[in-house]
Every structure is written in structure tokens, then in C-alpha cells.
């Protein structure tokens, strides 16, 4: 069994930055793809980006374009989230997500095997 630890996550200023880490202790993590998702108070779990098992590949959603970074270092076992000019409404936890079903990354909550419990972000206005 896959346990993604999420690490990184805290308080910043509006328009200010941070960088979120997940690792995963699995000899098979250059096999899956990984995904950042995140939830707000009274909301749903939603879709923020994802890459692929190579890391060739990576999709955002449209509240992350031109904003965050996803990357996976396979010899590291770590994804990586970098966030810049984050605004308030990007508070919420943030989840990192394994997914063996769908090499290729997904923007499907359901297409994720294992998660992680979260890192907390909150941006201050």
C-alpha cells in the first residue's frame, strides 16, 4: 500500500508563494501518476493539477494555469506543487494523490487509489 505524505503547506500573503511536497516510500512510484487536489471549508474536493507516471505530462485546472507548477522527480519519489501569486481563494487543504489506474494523470477524483491527509494553505488577504 501506497501513503503519500503532503508536506509544505502554511500561511502566506496574497500574491506570495509556496512550493508543496509529496513523497511516497514505493519502489513503484516511477509506475503511477500523481495529482494535487484541494478543499475548502464546506466545499468539494477538487481538481488542481496533474502529471504523468514519465512527468512528460501535466494538466492544470483553470483556477491553476499560468499559476502553479506541478513536477515529478522519479528519483526522488516526490511530486511537487509550486504555487505563485496565490490569492484567498486558494485556501484550503491540499491532497496529493496516487493513481495506478490511470498512468497517464487524471482530473478524476475517483481515479485516485491512495491519499495522502493533507497540508493545510491559507492565504491572507
Known amino acids: 500500500q501506497v501513503q503519500p505524505v503532503e508536506s509544505g503547506g502554511g500561511l502566506v500573503q496574497a500574491g506570495g508563494s509556496l512550493r508543496l511536497s509529496c513523497a511516497a516510500s514505493d519502489r513503484t512510484f516511477t509506475t503511477y501518476a500523481m495529482g494535487w487536489f484541494r478543499q475548502a471549508p464546506g466545499k468539494e474536493r477538487e481538481f488542481v493539477a496533474a502529471v504523468s507516471w514519465t512527468g512528460d505530462n501535466t494538466y492544470y485546472a483553470d483556477s491553476a494555469k499560468g499559476r502553479f507548477t506541478i513536477s515529478k522527480d522519479n528519483a526522488k519519489n516526490t511530486v511537487y506543487l509550486q504555487m505563485n501569486s496565490l490569492k484567498p481563494e486558494d485556501t484550503a487543504v491540499y491532497y496529493c494523490?496516487?493513481?495506478?489506474?490511470?498512468?497517464?494523470?487524471?482530473?478524476?477524483?475517483?481515479?485516485?487509489?491512495?491519499w495522502g491527509q493533507g497540508t493545510q494553505v491559507t492565504v491572507s488577504s
Open positions: 494523490g496516487v493513481s495506478w489506474s490511470r498512468p497517464m494523470g487524471s482530473q478524476v477524483r475517483y481515479d485516485y487509489d491512495y
